[in-house]
């Protein structure tokens, strides 16, 4: 059974940077897709960051130029290092990897396109 679990989060403040870690155990291949959501209270999950198993990248609007998605497949690690952050980055960051879907859906960024999820790490940013 996958296990994904994440560490990282913490307090900023505005322009701070953070890096988030992923470690995947139970599994004895990698995913087609790695990912990280977010989810702030009252608001739906939204796709942050994705990478695919051939490394390409895809990144929301909202990170774009702050953020980084990277992986060690060796460690079945994944990352994101966080810049500039912002008040309204403020949000449970989430793990997710895809083992079922063939990584179709990968670039898509949507919540459905993942098969595991971990518990979460909470990002808090103050201005």
């Known amino acids: 059974q996958v296990q994904l679990v994440e560490s990282g989060g913490g307090s900023v403040q505005s322009g701070g940077s953070l890096r988030l870690s992923c470690a995947a155990s139970g599994v004895t291949r990698s995913p087609y897709c790695m990912a990280w959501f977010r989810q702030a209270p009252g608001k739906e999950r939204e796709g942050v960051a994705a990478i695919n198993n051939s490394g390409s990248t895809r990144l929301a609007d909202s990170a774009k130029g702050r953020f980084t998605i990277s992986q060690d497949s060796a460690k079945n690690t994944l990352y994101l290092q966080m810049h500039s952050l912002k008040p309204e980055d403020t949000a449970m960051y989430f793990c997710?990897?895809?083992?079922?879907?063939?990584?179709?859906?990968?670039?898509?960024?949507?919540?459905?396109?993942?098969?595991?999820w971990g518990q979460g790490t909470q990002v808090t940013v103050s201005s």
């Open positions: 997710a990897a895809d083992y079922q879907n063939a990584g179709l859906g990968c670039g898509s960024l949507e919540p459905a396109s993942q098969s595991d």
